[in-house]
């Protein structure tokens, strides 16, 4: 398989378009490649000496989709080496970002077909962007891709590097909770990382601080999961007894769940908590509540109308007597 090599008679970009159209239309006769080369390379010549560079990285991309799965690894990402890096050659950050936004977008798309060199060519778009936020959305796309193609493993350790991300980042509130919500499932998934997962779904939790209750009602499924699994295990998470307390009151406040605290036993009763489900069985439980609701309603109703029969009686007799 011939490899890529970029050399100084040529633009890369060029030797790319060159390279894959050439693949690409392989198997339709020499003279169509030769015709169809011909034009593509014309039209991303153009492109380049246009300084049109999100046209030129839809062209490129459209041929390096159509042989995926024709090449090496090592071609794969030399061609995508050269399509990323013309992020870098956008005169605007707007226009950076909406490149990024493409060529993430096309490399995510089949998540199953060489997840870790996608995660790759993933890692190496969001070295070259300058912008912050761009660096955001390219990271948060990865978190996708790395889930939807079963290789969290390879994303993992860069959680630890969060606090320095949300530095640079510097990304807003729901920014925030998104980010968080998919990094504690992420690691929810993984076993050994129960700790980590809870760590992130509090940080999720805490960016409702302050929030009115409709707000707070979004987070309600969480809310239950984070009481639930620290009682379920409170030693395995390190936090304060004052921070229980605080997320146990908020959850009693957003009508999570019905509990007692005893703080001189330090223990958590939970007598109710929402369901996090509503199936067939939630119905059926629910109809059996109505329908004792409802025949409790229609006892008091009698009981009212037997003692109002019984108290207009009194009355008559009274009125008769004294007469």
Not at 44 to 60: H, K, P, T
Not at 104 to 116: E, F
Not at 137 to 143: H, N
Request: glycine share 4%; proline share 2%.
């Amino acid at each position: 398989m011939t490899t890529v090599v970029p050399t100084s008679e040529e633009d890369p970009a060029l030797s790319v378009v060159r390279f894959t159209s050439e693949l690409s239309w392989a198997d339709a006769g020499p003279e169509v490649m030769e015709s169809q080369v011909k034009s593509l390379c014309f039209e991303a010549q153009e492109c380049i000496v246009m300084g049109r560079w999100m046209d030129l990285a839809s062209l490129m991309l459209t041929s390096a989709d159509l042989i995926f799965s024709k090449v090496s690894e090592k071609d794969l990402e030399c061609i995508f080496t050269v399509i990323c890096n013309l992020v870098t050659k956008s005169e605007t950050l707007d226009e950076s970002l909406e490149m990024a936004k493409h060529i993430s977008t096309k490399i995510t798309q089949q998540p199953n077909d060489k997840p870790a060199l996608r995660l790759k060519i993933m890692f190496n778009l969001y070295n070259l962007l300058e912008n912050p936020y761009s660096r955001f959305f390219v990271y948060v796309k990865a978190l996708d891709l790395a889930v939807n193609g079963k290789a969290t493993e390879y994303i993992i350790p860069s959680f630890k590097k969060m606090d320095d991300f949300l530095r640079e980042w510097n990304i807003g509130i729901q920014d925030q909770r998104e980010l968080f919500l998919k990094i504690s499932n992420i690691l929810k998934e993984s076993k050994s990382s129960a700790r980590d997962s809870f760590k992130f779904l509090m940080k999720y939790l805490a960016t409702y601080s302050g929030e009115d209750a409709y707000s707070v009602g979004e987070a309600k499924e969480e809310a239950v999961r984070t009481i639930i699994e620290f009682v379920k295990a409170p030693d395995m998470f390190q936090i304060n007894d004052d921070e229980v307390e605080m997320w146990v009151v908020r959850a009693i406040s957003a009508k999570l769940i019905g509990c007692k605290m005893d703080q001189m036993n330090k223990i958590v009763i939970v007598s109710r908590c929402t369901e996090r489900i509503f199936g067939q069985d939630q119905w059926q439980t629910l109809r059996a509540k109505l329908a004792a609701w409802r025949g409790n309603i229609a006892n008091v109703i009698s009981t009212i109308q037997t003692n109002k029969v019984t108290e207009d009686g009194a009355q008559a007799v009274q009125g008769l007597i004294a007469r």
